[in-house]
């Protein structure tokens, strides 16, 4: 899991509790900038994620996860910056995160990128589109109302439950369409 400087840090923060809850091994890379987002929007100490996670240092490109041969499921960036996405989809590894990413990439693994950025401009849409066409899920930071929210952690809930979805990770989190509560 990566975490960059975009707003929209609860949805990282919501996934990343939602898969300790869950037991799944997660492992997690920030930027410096998601770092500080993190702490201004959540008041969210990287320190206070290790019990969720394995945290690792985005500048340890001798981390586990800088290689192929380090097994994942897939690796989900919540919130995605345009730099980071820039980054990415340019083959740019100079981070442990974008260089954990060209790997799930080039393992063909299950990668989502959760952009949190409005409006899009012209080079943000193509580099999501080289994400999406070398196989990455592009899934903007755009929850559903159907389910009638009240609650700004159902919107989160709603995005981290589409998240786990796409990860074919079974939850709880939200009503589902077409059930009843």
């Known amino acids: 899991m990566g975490i960059t400087g975009a707003s929209g840090s609860l949805y990282a923060y919501t996934l990343i509790r939602a898969l300790h809850q869950l037991e799944i091994e997660t ?8 770092e500080k987002v993190m702490q201004f929007e959540c008041g969210v100490k990287m320190d206070e994620l290790k019990e ?16 192929g041969s380090f097994k994942t499921d897939g690796m989900v960036i919540v919130p995605c910056s345009m730099n980071t996405l820039g980054a990415i989809a340019n083959g740019v590894g100079d981070t442990l995160l974008s260089r954990a990413a060209s790997v799930v990439l080039k393992e063909n693994r299950k990668f989502i990128i959760v952009p949190r950025e409005a409006p899009f ?13 070398s196989g990455a899920c592009i899934m903007p930071a755009s929850p559903g109302f159907y389910h009638k929210p009240t609650e700004i952690w159902e919107l989160a809930n709603f995005m981290v439950a589409r998240i786990l979805d796409m990860l074919d990770i079974d939850h709880e989190l939200l009503e589902r369409w077409g059930e009843k509560a």
Do not use: W
């Open 27 to 34: 492992h997690l890379i920030a930027t410096e900038m998601g």
């Open 121 to 133: 401009n012209l080079i943000h849409l193509r580099n999501m589109t080289l994400l999406a066409e």
């Open 52 to 67: 969720y996670a394995t945290i690792h240092s985005n500048q340890n490109l001798f981390a586990a996860v800088a290689s």
